[in-house]
């Protein structure tokens, strides 16, 4: 192996970030591999690469024996002294190859399984990317969207992933080379290579803007408890200050509500309600069932998690919302079964 394949091997390390050793011992392995085909597959080939000498040798090894049981393997005492004399029973004979004993065959075997060692390590590094930004919020641009399945081809750094429609905000679309934000939810490793499993409709991608816009809850003052969301429509949100002084619900929306419209413009106008967690049930739920009043918060089984919600008779359709959006999140957002029903006990037809 001449200067050329040291170079070139040294500009892939630059351009493709794989280190160069781990190349190496992937060409060291498939030159091994190819070559031993000639030796009835045994274990007799060895290959040393020296970038820094540019030096690249590949042997054929056998043991000095007595008597030869296998000449692919073994090499007798004389014949073994007529390379060298100093060799001794038990030593191990090197004789190097050259390009021409390695033949066209081994070649190309080589350079498939360091194409695939390359490839390999290519995937390996993507993994490593994703699963460092695993449960994390990036910033992706578009590169494709599928006119039939609305599924979006993004590009996270120096991979793709696709970001499914039923992940995708209801009503948004994209455009190619748009940057959008998209919440990590999972990394995979699958035959094909890794998969990151991308949302803009899980709970995760708000906790993260609201991580990236407020400091007091980047440097941990104001804890973000739990989070609700329809994604597109609505978003619950419990939180607490560890400082008194600091109030938690005030951070979040920020002066002048700066801070939530910034996130609720990137969310496509989605609302957004943000509640003081309590670790009194009773004030968690009642506050949860926001903007409707709560008169009273029966437990009814706390090992079911099961309580039922009095509220005015003209605040029953506000605190159960539309669809049964507001109950839904609430019941979400606290853990808790909610039974809500008017004070006068009458429904409304």
């Known amino acids: 192996m001449n200067k050329e394949f040291f170079e070139a091997v040294a500009l892939m390390e630059k351009e493709k970030g794989i280190p160069a050793e781990y190349l190496y011992e992937k060409i060291s392995a498939a030159i091994i591999t190819a070559?031993?085909?000639?030796?009835g597959g045994k274990d007799v080939i060895s290959c040393e690469i020296n970038p820094e000498?540019?030096?690249f040798d590949v042997c054929y090894c056998r043991t000095v024996v007595e008597e030869v049981e296998d000449p692919d393997a073994e090499i007798s005492l004389e014949d073994a002294q007529q390379i060298k004399k100093k060799y001794k029973i038990g030593d191990t004979v090197k004789v190097k190859l050259t390009k021409k004993d390695f033949g066209r065959i081994a070649a190309q075997t080589a350079k498939h399984v360091i194409r695939q060692g390359i490839r390999d390590?290519?995937?390996s590094q993507i993994l490593q990317s994703f699963q460092s930004k695993n449960q994390e919020l990036v910033t992706a641009k578009v590169i494709r969207v599928d006119p039939i399945t609305g599924n979006a081809t993004l590009e996270i750094g120096k991979a793709e992933a696709i970001l499914p429609k039923a992940e995708q905000i209801s009503g948004e679309s994209f455009i190619e080379d748009q940057l959008i934000k998209v919440f990590i939810v999972d990394v995979k490793e699958t035959e094909k290579g890794p998969k990151a499993m991308i949302s803009r409709t899980h709970p995760g991608l708000v906790k993260r803007l609201f991580e990236m816009e407020v400091p007091e809850i980047y440097d941990g003052t104001v804890i973000i408890d739990a989070v609700s969301r329809d994604a597109g429509s609505r978003t619950k949100m419990a939180v607490h200050s560890k400082d008194e002084d600091v109030d938690a619900i005030g951070?979040?929306?920020?002066?002048?509500?700066?801070?939530?419209e910034k996130i609720v413009d990137i969310l496509g106008g989605e609302k957004i309600d943000i509640i003081n967690y309590s670790e009194n049930p009773e004030e968690f739920i009642a506050s949860a069932l926001a903007p409707a009043n709560v008169l009273k918060v029966e437990i009814e089984?706390?090992?079911?998690k099961v309580c039922h919600v009095t509220v005015p008779d003209n605040q029953l359709s506000l605190a159960i919302g539309n669809k049964g959006q507001n109950a839904r999140l609430a019941a979400h957002l606290t853990g808790w079964k909610i039974d809500i029903k008017p004070e006068s006990g009458f429904y409304e037809g």
Do not use: F, L, Q, W
């Not at 951070?251 to 939530?260: E, F, Q």
């Not at 089984?301 to 079911?304: C, H, L, R």
């Open 35 to 39: 070559v031993k085909k000639d030796y």
């Open 53 to 55: 000498k540019n030096e």
């Open 121 to 123: 390590a290519e995937k």
């Open 251 to 260: 951070a979040c929306i920020g002066p002048r509500g700066t801070r939530v």
């Open 301 to 304: 089984d706390s090992e079911k």
